[in-house]
């Protein structure tokens, strides 16, 4: 083995660029709660949970907590055995919550 194939090192004046494409955002799995990473910042993505195996609409963590705010006399009896999409959808829809379902947060 010879040390030539060796690539260049960068030289710093390559890395003035943004870093912003690094930061993330939590999505909740609505069935078991895992939590992945992604960069999109939308308010839901589609994706297969690695957990659980279901296909879900993972919830950004800040509806998730938005969820939270429903007052309680106000959910319905099946709440806490809803996916968590069901309950977005469920609180968008009886006017608990002013959030659109979609869209850029
Ligand atoms: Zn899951």
Redesign the pocket.
Known sequence: MTEATRAPEPTDSSYSGSYEYLVTDSYV?P??G?VEERPYRVRLIILT?P??G?NGRFLHESLVDRLDTVPEPQRPEEWTEMPLDERLQYAVREGLLDVSFTGPI
Do not use: L, V, Y
């Open positions: 799995c069935h078991c895992r949970c957990e659980c279901e």
